[in-house]
């Protein structure tokens, strides 16, 4: 069952149970205050009765039982004009006067002396309040019972019972209407989540709901956004996980087909002109070539294996002397191909895997290396910073475009694809970099000018002046 028609019916329901049972509480409440009052004013007839033949009786003296029968006689005839019925019995429940009762009663059994009493009989569709009280006389003891029709109650319970009756069935109606639209205003925002979440399995991860209110619903409603939200941002992230992925593979097959058919071309070469030595030389040598960047790209992404699963155990380094080190690994090479490499570094320590990092320094300075041509510039500078330490490495080559600058650390992402292959890259250097940075949870920010040059900055956590 839908939640609306839920909550009709438990509204409807609940509204007819409490006009039901408040109805029937109030008609019974008038009936049982009408009975009592009818009940006290037969007690009172009774009483009067009783009174006017005893008085009698007080100045009458030897009386038997027939002699009491005519006195009460006469003491209900002098009562004309009231509404009751009276009997006199016996201890036997002989009648001696007046009529007979309209039904059965144990009601006088039951009476001890000097004590009275009522009770309502029931006789088919009519109903008598009937009291009684006992007599004594010189022959024992008489009974007196009086009693008076009381069928105007029934019949006026019956008509409010009618009457209530019709008034519930407008009441239910009215109680219909409004339940039919208190269950629509709450299920309407349900209805809205239940669309928007059939868009969004559909494939519409944008769509979102209004937020009406800040009740439970309304809170509902905004925790949905929410998920939605989520929703569509981790979506989003794995789709570009996956396009990064594929990229990564046909980068991947790229990169090793083009050495791979250079190797077996010139190798088949080999084979077939054996007898020419300069072009089995020449023929060795690009297999070589292309063997060494074969193995370059084995090494990096063995690198990045490695990082993945590594654990680093950082000490404590002076950088001054670990970037001068670093320095002198590179500089005969960049002197050889004109290219200057300046040293800046301020004193300070930082907590580092050194090897790791050298690695790093190394790929930036071979980075900028290879943007640059003879008569350029490399400065390696290192800079305290609040919280940790700065590596830098400026050049001033000719740049990065700024749409590469956010891809350049993806895996075999190149700027300038046909240079860098030239020079024997894959791409893989800066994604390790960044790798070897985020472990030590650093962070490495590029910023560069089209014909101008490349600034790299290497943040470490946790330097501080030596």
């Given at each position: 069952?839908?939640l609306?028609w839920?909550?009709?019916?438990?509204?409807?329901?609940?509204?007819?149970?409490?006009?039901?049972?408040?109805?029937?509480?109030?008609?019974?409440?008038?009936?049982?205050?009408?009975?009592?009052?009818?009940?006290?004013v037969?007690?009172?007839?009774?009483?009067?009765?009783?009174?006017?033949?005893?008085?009698?009786?007080?100045?009458?003296?030897?009386?038997?039982?027939?002699?009491?029968?005519?006195?009460?006689?006469?003491?209900?005839?002098?009562?004309?004009?009231?509404?009751?019925?009276?009997?006199?019995?016996?201890?036997?429940?002989?009648?001696?006067?007046?009529?007979?009762?309209?039904?059965e009663?144990?009601?006088?059994?039951?009476?001890?002396?000097?004590?009275?009493?009522?009770?309502?009989?029931?006789?088919?569709?009519?109903?008598?309040?009937?009291?009684?009280?006992?007599?004594?006389?010189?022959?024992?003891?008489?009974?007196?019972?009086?009693?008076?029709?009381?069928?105007?109650?029934?019949?006026?319970?019956?008509?409010?019972?009618?009457?209530?009756?019709?008034?519930?069935?407008?009441?239910?109606?009215?109680?219909?209407?409004?339940?039919?639209?208190v269950?629509?205003?709450?299920?309407?925002?349900?209805?809205?989540?239940?669309?928007?979440?059939?868009?969004m399995?559909?494939?519409?991860?944008?769509?979102?709901?209004?937020?009406?209110?800040s009740?439970?619903?309304?809170?509902?409603?905004?925790?949905?956004?929410?998920?939605?939200?989520?929703?569509?941002?981790?979506?989003?992230?794995?789709?570009?996980?996956?396009?990064?992925?594929?990229?990564?593979?046909?980068?991947?097959?790229?990169?090793?087909?083009?050495?791979?058919?250079?190797?077996?071309?010139?190798?088949?070469?080999?084979?077939?002109r054996?007898?020419?030595?300069?072009?089995?030389?020449?023929?060795?040598?690009?297999?070589?070539?292309?063997?060494?960047?074969?193995?370059?790209?084995?090494?990096?992404?063995?690198?990045?294996?490695?990082?993945?699963?590594?654990?680093?155990?950082?000490?404590?380094?002076?950088?001054?002397?670990?970037?001068?080190?670093?320095?002198?690994?590179?500089?005969?090479?960049?002197?050889?191909?004109?290219?200057?490499?300046?040293?800046?570094?301020?004193?300070?320590?930082?907590?580092?895997?050194?090897?790791?990092?050298?690695?790093?320094?190394?790929?930036?300075?071979?980075?900028?290396?290879?943007?640059?041509?003879?008569?350029?510039?490399?400065?390696?500078?290192?800079?305290?910073?609040?919280?940790?330490?700065?590596?830098?490495?400026?050049?001033?080559?000719?740049?990065?475009?700024?749409?590469?600058?956010?891809?350049i650390?993806?895996?075999?992402?190149?700027?300038?694809?046909?240079?860098?292959?030239?020079q024997?890259?894959?791409?893989?250097?800066?994604?390790?970099?960044?790798?070897?940075?985020?472990?030590?949870?650093?962070?490495?920010?590029?910023?560069?000018?089209?014909?101008?040059?490349?600034?790299?900055?290497?943040?470490?956590?946790?330097?501080?002046?030596?």
């Amino acid at each position: 069952m839908r939640l609306f028609w839920k909550l009709f019916c438990c509204m409807v329901a609940m509204t007819a149970l409490a006009c039901s049972i408040s109805g029937f509480l109030l008609i019974d409440g008038q009936f049982r205050a009408g009975l009592t009052a009818q009940a006290d004013v037969a007690v009172t007839e009774h009483l009067i009765l009783r009174r006017m033949l005893l008085r009698e009786m007080q100045f009458s003296h030897g009386l038997s039982q027939e002699d009491i029968a005519r006195l009460a006689d006469e003491a209900a005839a002098s009562l004309g004009h009231s509404e009751d019925s009276f009997r006199l019995s016996s201890e036997t429940d002989a009648a001696l006067a007046g009529d007979a009762l309209p039904a059965e009663s144990r009601l006088t059994g039951a009476l001890s002396q000097d004590q009275l009493g009522w009770e309502v009989l029931r006789d088919g569709d009519r109903m008598y309040l009937h009291a009684a009280s006992p007599v004594t006389t010189e022959d024992g003891i008489v009974y007196l019972d009086t009693w008076r029709e009381a069928g105007d109650l029934l019949a006026a319970r019956q008509a409010q019972y009618h009457a209530f009756f019709y008034l519930l069935l407008g009441l239910i109606l009215a109680s219909a209407l409004a339940a039919a639209t208190v269950s629509a205003w709450i299920t309407r925002p349900l209805g809205r989540l239940s669309e928007a979440a059939r868009q969004m399995a559909a494939g519409e991860l944008s769509r979102r709901v209004e937020v009406r209110g800040s009740d439970e619903i309304g809170q509902l409603s905004q925790d949905f956004n929410q998920m939605a939200q989520q929703l569509e941002q981790h979506v989003g992230e794995l789709t570009d996980t996956a396009r990064r992925q594929e990229e990564f593979l046909h980068a991947f097959a790229h990169e090793t087909k083009t050495p791979l058919t250079s190797i077996i071309g010139y190798a088949e070469l080999m084979l077939s002109r054996p007898a020419q030595p300069q072009l089995v030389q020449e023929s060795a040598a690009c297999i070589f070539r292309e063997g060494r960047r074969l193995e370059g790209l084995s090494r990096k992404l063995m690198d990045l294996f490695v990082l993945e699963k590594s654990n680093l155990s950082l000490r404590r380094t002076q950088m001054l002397p670990f970037l001068e080190r670093v320095a002198d690994v590179l500089r005969p090479a960049l002197e050889e191909a004109g290219i200057v490499l300046a040293v800046q570094a301020a004193p300070g320590a930082a907590e580092i895997e050194p090897d790791l990092m050298e690695s790093v320094c190394l790929n930036l300075l071979d980075n900028a290396r290879k943007a640059l041509d003879a008569g350029g510039r490399i400065l390696l500078e290192g800079t305290q910073a609040e919280g940790g330490y700065c590596i830098h490495v400026t050049d001033n080559g000719r740049g990065i475009a700024p749409e590469d600058l956010n891809r350049i650390t993806e895996p075999f992402y190149m700027a300038d694809k046909s240079r860098s292959r030239a020079q024997g890259g894959a791409g893989l250097g800066l994604t390790v970099c960044q790798k070897i940075v985020e472990l030590h949870g650093g962070t490495l920010h590029f910023a560069s000018t089209l014909g101008q040059g490349t600034r790299v900055s290497v943040f470490l956590k946790g330097g501080e002046r030596s």
